[in-house]
């Protein structure tokens, strides 16, 4: 299935250094938001209560932090989340021996107090310990992948494409990362599932174009490089947006209908899938391309015959 009926003809690597200074700005600014804001850890990763409350009409949050407050809960967060009806509750982690269940019926009890048609949809307790210990895990798992990710790009591509392919890799998650410091929505383990995902496809997205243009450089030996470039990206951009598109489709309805449970897992995948769409073209192809790669890099090494061993 063919996107265009003929393959297009886009300069895409005449505006790579225009785009280079869009990447600098993008991943800078994530890492100032990263620095400045931080991420906003969910429960997974703190550990302590969260309650997902509906009220029967508009939530004052006010009212809802005074009957907390009034409970005993005067570190609790409040905040709208899907609609103006819609509450989210957090507590820091429960004191020892402190039944969930007590906690989460003085809650609700406070929240009557504000609106007697309130209920609770959702709640979760997780303990201090097991939120170090996710913290823990979760960052291992991103560097055995990042880890593995480089090691098969040693083996996979020479040297002035594996430089394009793992500076793509890192910019990826680097913009979903700076995107969810940026905004301050929760960041739990299922945004950090879609930041692996992303990792593995955004070097899966640089490989199709890289294979292409190592199939187009023995055939254009006679055309620049900056022209094998652009064909290769040219001619692989039809299946780009087929999957683009159709991935989008499935990611955008999970964001919009998937609840606020999945929310933070779409917006990341969202933004990793056009990241990685632009980081495929022009970070990874366009640092091959300075680096001077040539169909000479994809050839086999010569062997030269001496010459006192000719017959």
């Known amino acids: ?34 620095f400045i804001h931080g991420l906003n850890l969910a429960v997974d990763f703190t550990g302590g209560v969260v309650i997902e409350a509906a009220y029967s009409d508009t939530a004052d ?21 899907g609609s103006s009806k819609d509450v989210l509750v957090r507590l820091p982690p429960l004191a020892s021996g402190e039944p969930a269940t007590a906690v989460t019926q003085k809650i609700e009890a406070a929240l009557k107090t504000v609106d007697a048609g309130v209920q609770l949809r ?25 880890l593995l990710i480089l090691i098969y790009i040693a083996f996979r591509f020479r040297w002035k494409f594996g430089v ?20 301050g929505m929760p960041f739990d383990l299922t945004v950090l599932a879609a930041v692996l995902a992303v990792l593995g496809y955004s070097i899966n997205e640089t490989v199709v174009v890289f ?16 022209e094998v470039f652009d064909r290769a990206i040219n001619e692989t951009l039809s299946r780009t947006v087929i999957t683009k598109v159709a991935t989008l489709i499935v990611v955008v309805a ?19 899938i056009l990241a990685v769409t632009y980081s495929s073209m022009y970070v990874a192809s366009g640092i091959a391309l300075d680096l001077g790669s040539t169909h000479r890099d994809l050839m086999p090494q010569e062997r030269r015959t001496a010459v006192d061993d000719l017959p």
């Open 1 to 34: 299935m063919e996107f265009f009926h003929k393959v297009p003809h886009i300069r895409f690597m005449a505006q790579r250094y225009l785009c280079y200074g869009l990447s600098v700005v993008v991943v800078v600014g994530s890492l100032a938001a990263l």
């Open 122 to 146: 959702r709640t979760e307790v997780v303990g201090p310990q097991v939120g170090r210990e996710l913290v823990v895990k979760g960052v291992t798992a991103m560097g055995i992948t990042v």
């Open 61 to 81: 949050l006010d009212k809802t932090r005074s009957a907390l407050q009034g409970a005993g809960f005067n570190d609790s967060q409040v905040q709208n989340f």
């Open 164 to 183: 394009g392919a793992v500076l793509a890799t890192l910019h990826d998650p680097f913009v979903v990362v700076g995107v969810f410091a940026i905004t």
């Open 254 to 272: 999970l964001y919009a209908f998937g609840g606020a449970a999945l929310r933070g897992f779409g917006l990341a995948l969202i933004v990793g």
């Open 211 to 226: 294979d292409r243009v190592r199939e187009l450089f023995p055939v254009m030996r006679k055309a620049a490089p900056i």
